[in-house]
């Protein structure tokens, strides 16, 4: 197989949802998050900076807000406990809080 083969493959794969009613967020065609209906897990396209990661996560968070009444709670990212994640620290910039659940967007705060 070809380099160029390899890379398709890898994109596809990544941009292939991973549940029923999965989300998915592009960035000029390209998939660069991906999660699941309620926001529990996430997974960010690896080779992405900080600041692009904090603009996916807080368009993510205020759809999920928006369309239900309750907080999102985000579990997991890339597979791994939230809290320990590599990008932690852009999903907190984006209005996240650390809690024991997981990452917090308390949605009520935008209804208020």
Known sequence: M???TLASHAAETFARPRAPR???LFRNGTVIMTADA???WVNVRPGLSETEVEVAVRTLV???AAC??????????DGAAAS?????SAFVAAGLR???AGLRYYASFERA
């Open 2 to 4: 070809a380099t160029s």
């Open 22 to 24: 999965a989300l998915l």
């Open 38 to 40: 309620r926001g529990h």
């Open 62 to 64: 205020r759809h999920l």
């Open 68 to 77: 239900r009444a309750k907080d999102v709670v985000i579990q997991t990212i």
């Open 84 to 88: 320990s994640s590599a990008h932690t």
């Open 98 to 100: 650390l809690t024991t």
